[in-house]
């Protein structure tokens, strides 16, 4: 880690088995490396004492070259296997074992090694022993964001058997792990690779992009968002299966950035689909991105309702009124991003009014609109329907309504009655404490 080279326990011989930390100094002065025991400087409870255990570095921040933590796992004693694992962090040199990771099962003497991938690293484990004559041949995975592990599945004809004291090493240009050997009762000298491209991925990753939904038509401004990201050939993909993969051209922007236009998705119809990225045919990006494919919205379909279409309206002040986007099939929409537009025109073509849309991103879209006298006017509703050159007119629009002038006073009719002294009547009105009625004295005291 760094200039320093870390060993941690073993077995010594003669029934010696260790729990201490050593560190070898790289950083040679006068040409000699230097050995220092470094356990009197480790903060709380570490692994009790072992062997035939595992030990790797590896980072939890993303896109980090920074090694934070040591993991020393499973191994065994003189007396039994052992199930536990501890991390220490390296920053504080303090050991933690609460929320450590941990291996589905006891296991010594497999091998294990962190693998550089973005943003996160990863850990892979092979092999080893569960128990006397028990060897495992399965490959185990730990993502250090989460630091938690899985066991995918690993397919091909190959397959190694079980062993333990293996050899491996990792080729970077395949993404591929090599093993060699091993001892499963007998020594073995095989070599077998293992590509991991579909979980290592290639020296960049997407992180998020803009919009998560769009049309199957197509044809929407994407916005894809990442580490690494470097210039050359930029395809994005979208599909989930061979079978429905479409592959568009992108352009990169910077390393943190590429834009794209969202593929054409009319033959397979709408669904949630992975968004994968590849620059220059290094291997398409492993970290899951999910873009929702809808089918188009249908102005002949969606409808508008609310105070601001029926039949009668007040002028000068704000009128609302909500729109309800359904597509092609009548489903309501659930996202955001309609071309719809709103335009109130008198009925004489003389007056206009002024409208704005507010899209509240679940298929439903608030409209406050105004006209500044009173008058009939037409509330013109539209849509820019995807595949169509013009503007198609909502269910029912245009709406027609009827503007009053709210200051407009009322007459009153009737002769006025003269002038006389007036009588109180109170009706039902409770009396507060020193209320009086007219006419009473108001009580002394």
């Known amino acids: 880690i760094g200039s320093r080279l870390f060993v941690f326990g073993g077995y010594g011989g003669y029934g010696e088995v260790y729990d201490d930390l050593w560190a070898l100094s ?62 220490l962090d390296l920053a504080s040199m303090t050991w933690q074992a609460d929320g450590a990771p941990l291996l589905p099962s006891d296991v010594c003497n497999n091998v294990c090694d962190g693998i550089e991938s973005v943003p996160f690293h990863k850990v892979f484990s092979f092999g080893g022993k569960k128990g006397m004559m028990q060897y495992m041949n399965i490959v185990d995975v730990m993502d250090c964001g989460m630091q938690v592990w899985s066991t995918p599945s690993a397919e091909g004809s190959n397959v190694p058997c079980g062993r333990e004291d293996t050899a491996w090493a990792y080729d970077t240009k395949t993404s591929s792990l090599l093993v060699f050997g091993g001892w499963a009762s007998r020594w073995l ?137 359904r597509d092609t099939i009548n489903e309501r929409r659930t996202s955001g991003g309609d071309n719809f537009s709103v335009r109130i025109v008198s009925a004489d073509g003389l007056v206009t009014g002024d409208a704005r849309i507010t899209d509240l991103q679940d298929g439903r879209y608030e409209v406050h609109y105004s006209v500044p006298k009173a008058a009939s006017y037409l509330v013109h509703i539209s849509h820019a329907d995807l595949g169509g050159n013009e503007s198609v007119p909502l269910r029912g629009s245009p709406f027609k309504v009827h503007a009053t002038d709210p200051w407009t006073q009322h007459r009153v009719l009737g002769s006025i009655p003269g002038r006389r002294k007036v009588s109180w009547v109170l009706v039902g009105l409770p009396l507060a404490c020193g209320d009086h009625l007219p006419g009473q004295e108001q009580a002394a005291g």
Not at 232 to 260: L, M, P, S, W
């Open 189 to 325: 000298g095989d070599l077998v690779k293992l590509n991991c491209a579909a979980i290592i991925g290639p020296p960049y990753a997407c992180t998020s992009m803009s919009p998560q939904a769009g049309p199957v038509f197509g044809e929407k401004d994407m916005v894809i968002k990442g580490l690494r990201f470097k210039p050359g050939k930029v395809q994005v993909r979208f599909g989930n299966t061979e079978k429905n993969q479409v592959v568009v051209d992108a352009e990169y922007i910077d390393n943190e950035t590429i834009h794209c236009k969202t593929a054409n998705y009319e033959q397979f119809g709408p669904m949630p689909v992975d968004v994968k990225v590849s620059i220059n045919g290094e291997g398409w990006t492993v970290n899951k991105l999910v873009f929702n494919y809808f089918a188009n919205t249908a102005a002949r379909n969606s409808m508008a309702f609310g105070p601001g279409v029926l039949p009668k309206v007040i002028s000068g002040v704000e009128v609302p009124f909500h729109i309800q986007a």
């Open 26 to 87: 790289l950083d040679a002065y006068g040409g000699r490396f230097t050995w220092e025991n470094i356990s009197s400087q480790l903060s709380s409870t570490g692994p009790s004492p072992r062997f035939d255990h595992t030990a790797v570095v590896y980072p939890v921040t993303p896109n980090s070259d920074t090694f934070d933590k040591l993991l020393i796992m499973g191994g065994r004693d003189l007396s039994t296997m052992l199930h536990d694992s501890f991390v």
